[in-house]
């Protein structure tokens, strides 16, 4: 592993995003270093102020992922406060960040770099299939070919880590886990099953639900009539409904 702890704590927590490189980036790094023990927490994608939620804690390792420092610069300097741990790796804007030898952080704020491709150059690309995922899902589509082409796999295989990739991020899309077809941190719990992201894309039956789920939203979101367009922009209205918010991002990206 690319870092070590420095004391003996008291318990582990796993604090990620919600989307799919959150998912595939801690993913990758419990493939290389399991840790069974560790509470996961995280939520929709948008839920991004993760570390106020670890109250009262002391001595413990602490993993984040794909989640701003720059929003969670309180809580997590209370938490190094209190000897805790912290292993931090993300690719947002980080603002002023702690000086703490407790703190141990890998950010890379690149416009072409997710949290999952941060992981694998920190893991020297031993799961770099699940990078490719994260990087798919985060709309990296070119730094995800590149990679894919590297390790030499076919159109097919590229095609079926993408699909991966958007769906685990379409997923993470709602005001609240109501609005999910599963919680982030279930579904993360069955990508755990798979070393192997092709095996998952053939065996899960979470992915299947998700891959019902996104067509229905999509046909949904394409037979929105054009509100309003202004040159090469166009704007469209969805009614207040789970299926608009959980297609918003992918039809964003579309």
Not at 112 to 119: A, D, K, P
Not at 154 to 167: A, C, Q, S, V
């Amino acid at each position: 592993m690319p870092f070590s702890w420095k004391r003996s704590v008291t318990a582990r927590y796993d604090v990620f995003n919600g989307d799919a490189d959150g998912i595939c980036s801690l993913h990758q790094l419990r493939l290389a270093a399991p840790a069974p023990e560790a509470q996961l927490i995280t939520g929709v994608k948008r839920d991004i102020c993760l570390l106020s939620r670890i109250q009262d804690v002391r001595s413990s390792r602490i993993t984040v992922l794909d989640v701003s420092m720059h929003s969670n610069r309180e809580p997590l300097q209370r938490l190094l406060d209190a000897e805790n741990e912290v292993v931090y790796i993300d690719h947002h804007f980080a603002g002023d960040m702690p000086d703490s030898p407790r703190l141990t952080h890998h950010i890379d704020p690149a416009p072409n770099r997710c949290t999952s491709l941060i992981v694998d150059r920190l893991l020297n690309g031993r799961f770099s299939p699940w990078a490719i995922c994260g990087a798919f899902g985060d709309n990296l589509h070119a730094e995800a070919t590149a990679a894919a082409s590297r390790l030499s796999l076919t159109e097919g295989e590229t095609g079926k880590l993408r699909e991966i990739g958007e769906l685990l991020n379409y997923n993470g899309y709602g005001a609240d886990l109501q609005d999910l077809y599963f919680p982030p941190a279930n579904l993360y719990c069955d990508v755990q099953e798979y070393a192997n992201p092709l095996d998952f894309h053939r065996q899960s039956g979470y992915l299947k639900t998700l891959r019902l789920g996104f067509d229905n939203d999509m046909s949904l979101a394409l037979s929105q009539p054009l509100f309003a367009s202004n040159g090469s922009n166009s704007i469209f209205r969805f009614p207040d409904s789970p299926w608009a918010r959980r297609v918003s991002g992918v039809f964003a990206n579309l």
